[in-house]
Each structure stands twice: as structure tokens, then as C-alpha cells.
């Protein structure tokens, strides 16, 4: 993490200049955030030693479809609960969060951490919750529309057009899902395991969430699924692994276009290689 003094901030991100009003006194702390792919963040520490994280709305966020209102809406909504951080601030600038105290978990999260904890927002009551619905046809379009196609392998678009509908499942079921819960995502605190950066969370299939999490981790479907029905008490985890099994390509999808698009928004040649494997994962 850079540190750095409020002026020099403010040089890189005049997003912050919205916060003049938050903060009585200029943060005496400043950090730019390593990693998060789809926006940089900030660490900012006020003069009372409080620590917040400043997440910009800005036209990359756009791009991959992050609304920090919709953002703000469900931490508010989740905030009786102790893994997620608490919203303080929303302007058109962006959200301010709560800073999570801890420890990312980075290589250090095993797969029962993982299973439990997607059981445990999975389990969120979210009838009385103003929580955006997940798309899969509209999310995948508006990373597609944005794409240079012209400079894309054919195969791409077969791939597209192939799994751009939904899986489909004999049940229909809706939770609460993060959609982007991997060991970069979770912190260790005093009060258990948190999760942070919830902007692409919305309700959907928790089997599509069981399948994004076994793409970003690695982690073997079949002992995952189960592991995650013992937790959860289900009785028929052949049911279900069947479920994330006819989700998994189209997470992958999802995975490829959005990592084309970071390519193309970037120039970053990891992102095509990313993007690449997943689509010979695809036609595999």
C-alpha cells in the first residue's frame, strides 16, 4: 500500500474532494489500496485514529456494471451482521465503508473456511431487503457490448452466445450471493471471518455463488458441494453439485469477458492470459 499526504491524494483521485465535508479534519493517513480489480480504493484514517475505506464510483466501475449505490443500500442492509463492514457515506462520488480490522486471508483460507462462510450468507433472510437481483443475460451483454468483437477469436462469440442464459436448474432458489468470494475477499478478525468488497453481490442461485467461488479458488466441485450441504443440513448434495455443474460455464463466461474487457479498458497482458485459459476451459 502507497501512503501518502490528502493533497497528493487528491492529485491521483479528486473523488475524495467529496469527503471535505465528512471529515472536519483532513485525514491524517492516507493509503492507495493494492489489489481490487474493477476499482482502486483508499485507506483513509481520521484524526481520531478511525479507520475507513474510500471506493470510488468511476467510469471502470461503470464499465463492469458496479452501482456503489446498490453497494451501499445492501451493507446497509446486512449491518446487524458481524462479517460484513458498515456503510457510512454515500454521494454521487462514490461510498465510504468501514474498515475491517484483521488479516486478509490470502493463502490461508482452507475450503471448509470458504464452504462456511458462503453457507452463512447464503442463510441472510432477504425478503425485507432492497438487494439488487442478479442478471446473467444482462451482465454478460453489457461486458460484450463494450468489447472490440472485431479483435476477438470467432470462438468467443460462439462461447457467448452459447451460455449467456441461465443454467438451468429443476429448482429455482434465491440467496443472497457475494459472487466474488475468494481468500482475497475475507479478513480475519477478533470477531471471526469478514468479507469485504460486495459490489457485484446481488440475489441469485446460491449454486451459481458455489460455482464462482470454486472457479476463483480452485477448489474440487464435487467435495466442495458436498462439504457445503453438510454445513447446511441438505439432504440431496447430488442435486446440487448437478446445479453448480450446469452453472460453472457460464461463471466462466462471465470470468472471460469480464477479464477481455479489463484487457482491453488496461492494456494489461495478464488479463487477455486470464482471459484466454478461461476460454479454454470454455471449449474444453
Known sequence: MAKMNWDEALGLDDSLASLSEFFVT????IELLSGGLSNRCWKLTDAQGRHYVWRPATSISQAFGVSRANEYYLLRALSHYAFSPQAVLLNKSGLLVEWLEGHVMTGAVSSLDLMTTLATIHQVEINDKPIQKFNLPERVDLY??????????????????????????????????????GDYNMI??????GVID???SAIGDPRMDLAMTCQVAGLDVSDS???????????EP??????????????QLIGMLWFYLGYQLWGDELYRQRAEQLKQSLLA
Do not use: K
Not at 483532513?26 to 493517513?29: M, V
Not at 463494450?146 to 462461447?159: H, I
Not at 480475519?188 to 471471518?193: D, E, L, N, S, V
Not at 458441494?225 to 439432504?235: A, F, T
Open 26 to 29: 483532513q485525514p491524517g493517513e
Open 144 to 181: 460484450w457490448m463494450q468489447l472490440d468483437t472485431e479483435r476477438l477469436d470467432p470462438q468467443v462469440e460462439a462461447l457467448y452466445r452459447r451460455f449467456r442464459e441461465p443454467a438451468y436448474t429443476p429448482n429455482q432458489l434465491r440467496t443472497l450471493c457475494h459472487l466474488d468470494l
Open 188 to 193: 480475519r478478525t477478533p470477531r471471526g471471518i
Open 198 to 200: 460486495w459490489e457485484y
Open 225 to 235: 458441494v458436498l462439504s457445503y450441504c453438510q454445513i447446511r443440513g441438505i439432504e
Open 238 to 251: 447430488q442435486v446440487w453439485l448437478e446445479g453448480v455443474q450446469e452453472w460453472l460455464p457460464r461463471v
